[in-house]
C-alpha cells in the first residue's frame, strides 16, 4: 500500500472546481478579511472596549463567520488507499488490431444530472475511459460507438453518442448489452466496454447478459460514472438468495447484502429467524457515504418440511422484516452419476470404488463406446444409456451427473453432443476428466466445446506433450515409480469444499497429486480455476497450466480435470488411507447434484416505487395455467388480497398491476399448490423514483458483473487481451485507488456546536458589555 498522498480534497459551492491548494488559499484569505472587517466593526463601537474585550469578540465573530464561510465550501476530505498494480506477465507483442470493439454510453438522466459541483457521471466515466481508450484502440481493427437510454441507439464516434438527447426518462442497461451479445457472428463485438453508472430502471435482471456473454465468448468491461450526487439516508436489502429446495439434514448457505447511504459512521442491529425462533444477530457497521455490506449464514436443513427465514433489522421479534424466503426441505436422494469412459484407464477402478462405497450415489459405468461395456450399481437410469449414450436430453433428465473421461468427441455424434449440451442447460452437470493434450485439442469446433470451461491452445501443449511423453519413456526404461505433483489450489479452491478434509486431529486440507496432465491455460470468460499446476506454466502468456476448472452454463455446471485419473496418488497412499476416495466423493458431491426445477418468483423487484403510480410486478416459475395467490402486506400492518393477470409470455406468464396508495414498506407473497412462497420487499415513497432518484451509482453490482463475463472494471489495471510491457505502464503513472472514503469535514456535530457556541457567546458577551 502506498502512504504517500493519501489525503486529498474537493470544494463545492463557489470554489467548485478548483485545486484544493487555490481553494484552501482563497477559503483562508476570505477568513483573513472577516477578521479584519470584525476587528473594525468594534474598534469603532459605541462602547469604549478594552484590548482584551475587543480581541475576544473578533475571535469570536471571526470563528462564526468562518465556519460558514466553510460550509459555504463545502470540503470534503477524500482517504485513499492505493496500490501499485503487479507488472503483467511478459506477452508477445500483437500480431496487429483484429476483430472490433463496442463502446456503450450511458446517456439517461441519472448520468447527465449534475452535482453540487456541477459535475455529471458522464463526466467522470468519460475522464476515465480517456485514459484506457489510446490502449485499447489499437489492439482492435474497428470501434463502435452506441448511446443508449430508453433504447441502443448506432453512433458514428464518441462525441456523437455523448451528445445524443431524448428518451432519457429510463436506463434499458442490461437490454442494450444484451442486444449486442445476441447479435449474428459476423456483426457481435468481440468486447464491449460500457460507460455507465450502473443504474437500471427498466426492472429487467443481469442473468441475461451474463448467460449472453459466456455463451458468446465476449468479456463486457465497465467504466463506472460517479459523483456527488447523494440520497437522503437509507438502509435496504440489495439481494437475498436462499435455496428454495436442500436435503435434510445438511447445511446450506444464504448470503445477502444490505445497501445504505448513511450521513454519519454509525451501527444497525440485525438478526436473522428462523421461524419464530432466532438464529443469529449481529450489528452492520455503516461509514459516512454509500455502502454496501454482504453477510452471510449457515443453516442447518433439519427435517423434511417448509423452512422459514426472516432478516429484520433489529433485534426483537416485532422487528421490521426486510427480506424473507421459503425453502423446502426434502428427505436425502442420492446422486445418480453416469461414467463414460472412452478408453480403459487405471483410474476408472480407483474412481467407480469410491462412488460404490458412498450410498450417496448409484452409478452406471460405460466402458469404451464402441464394445457397449455397462456396468450398472443400483438403479438403471432408464433410456440414458441402452448401449450408447442416448441422443435425446430428455432420456439424460434420469441422471445428474455425466462424467465423460478420456472420451474423444469423434465417439459423439451431433446429437449426442446437443443432448448433452440441452442437459447441462437444463440443470444438468458434466464432468470432463482427460490428461491427452491431443484429445483434449480435438474438443475444439465441435459443439461440447462451449461445455468446457477452458479453452484449448495448441501452442501452449508442445512442451507438456512432450515432457508428459518423456517422463513415461523414462519411467520404463529405468523402472521408476513415476514422480507426484501437488495442486496448487486458488484463493476459489482453498474456499470450495471440495477439498477440505475433517479428521480427529482437525480440519485438513486435501492436496492431490498427480503425474500427467493436459496443458490448458486459457480460462472461458465466466469460469473459475480451483487448482493448478504448481510449477509449469504456459510459455507465451506465463501463466499457471489450469488443472481443475468449474463453470456455470444454463442452469447446470460442467467442470474439467485435465490430470489423470490419480491413481497413482492412490497407489503412493498407505492402504488404510481415503484421502483419494474423499476427493473424488467432495467432488461429486460439490458439482454433481442437479439443479432443482425452477420455482415461482418475481422477475422484476425494484427497491422503490412511488405512490399513486401504477408498477407492473411480473411472477415466473408457474405455469400459465395455475394462478398464483398473491397478498400484499400494507405499511400498517393489514393485508389485502391482489388478483394477477395472465401475460401471454411463457417465461413470466402472470403480473400484477398494482398502484401504491400509501407511502412506506410493502411486503408481497406469492404462491401456488405444491411450491414454495416467493417473497418481495419494496418501499412506496413520495419523492421522485427512478432516473431522478439520486440513487447511488452501483460500483460493486459492475465489478461483479464483470468479472463474471471475463470483463473488468476499468479503474487501475488493463484487460488481459489489452496488455503489453508498455501498455501498462502508461495506466501504471497515475495512482490506481484501491479504495476511497469521503469524510465531510463541516457535517458534525462537533463543528455546529462550535458555530454555534460562538455566535451565542458573542451576543450574551455584548449584552454584559453594554453593546447591546
Known sequence: MNPAG???????????????????????????????LAWLSYRFAVVVLSLPQRTVLVALRTTFLGALLLCLANPVQIERKTAEPPPPPPVAPPAGPTGRLAVLIDRSDSMTTADNRGRTRLDDALATWRRFEPVARPVYAETQYFSFAGDLKPAHSLAEAVARSGGTAETHLYESIAALLKKPKDGRPDAIVVLTDGVDTSGEPEAPVREAALAAGVPVHFVAGTNRDRPEPFLRVREWSAPSVVLRDTEFVVETSFEAFSREDRTVPYSLWRGDLRVESDTLTLTTGPNLVARSFRISAGKPGPLELSLRLGEGPTSQVVARSETSVLPVRPITVLVFQGALDWGLRYFTDALRTDPSFELLTVVNPALGVVLARGAKPGGAVVGKLADDAAKLQAVDCIVLA???????????????????????????????PETVAQFTGSRL???????????????????????????????????????????????????????????????????????????????????????????????????????????????????????????????????????????????????????????????????????????????????????????DGRGARVTPTPTGDAAAPWQINWKPAQPGSWEFVAGVEDDVRTYFFTTAVTDPIGELARTPAAVDVLRALAASTGGLLLADKLPFAWRTDAKSAQLTKAEPIMTETRHLRWNNWTFLWVALGAFSLELILRRLWKLL
Open 449 to 635: 466445446a462451449q461445455l468446457l470451461p477452458v479453452v484449448f491452445d495448441a501452442a501452449d501443449a508442445a512442451g507438456a506433450q512432450k515432457g508428459n511423453r518423456t517422463a513415461s519413456r523414462s519411467r520404463r526404461g529405468s523402472g521408476a515409480a513415476a514422480s507426484l505433483s501437488p495442486f496448487t489450489l486458488t484463493e476459489a479452491g482453498l474456499a470450495s469444499p471440495i477439498f477440505a478434509q475433517a479428521t480427529a486431529a482437525g480440519r485438513i486440507r486435501l492436496e492431490p497429486k498427480f503425474s500427467e496432465y493436459a496443458p490448458v491455460s486459457h480460462l472461458r470468460p465466466g469460469a473459475e480455476v480451483l487448482a493448478v499446476h504448481p510449477t509449469a506454466r504456459a510459455p507465451n502468456s506465463g501463466q499457471p497450466y489450469i488443472l481443475l476448472a468449474t463453470q456455470t452454463f444454463g442452469r447446470g455446471h460442467t467442470a474439467i480435470l485435465t490430470t489423470d485419473g490419480l491413481w497413482r496418488w492412490k497407489m503412493s497412499e498407505p492402504s488404510e488411507a481415503r484421502v483419494v476416495e474423499t476427493f473424488w466423493q467432495q467432488l461429486l458431491l460439490a458439482i454433481g447434484r442437479r439443479v432443482e426445477r425452477e420455482h415461482i418468483h418475481f422477475v422484476n423487484m425494484p427497491a422503490q416505487v412511488k405512490v399513486g403510480e401504477v408498477v407492473s410486478l411480473r411472477l415466473a416459475g408457474v405455469a400459465a395455467t395455475t394462478a398464483p395467490v398473491v397478498v400484499a402486506k400494507l405499511p
Open 406 to 436: 478420456r472420451i474423444y468427441p469423434q465417439l459423439l455424434s451431433d446429437t449426442q453432443q446437443q443432448a448433452l449440451v440441452d442437459f447441462v442447460h437444463a440443470g444438468g452437470t458434466v464432468l470432463f476428466t482427460n490428461p491427452d
Open 6 to 36: 493519501n489525503n486529498h480534497w474537493e470544494f463545492g459551492g463557489p470554489l467548485a472546481g478548483l485545486p484544493p491548494d487555490q481553494a484552501w488559499l482563497i477559503l483562508f484569505a476570505m477568513v483573513g478579511l472577516c477578521a479584519v
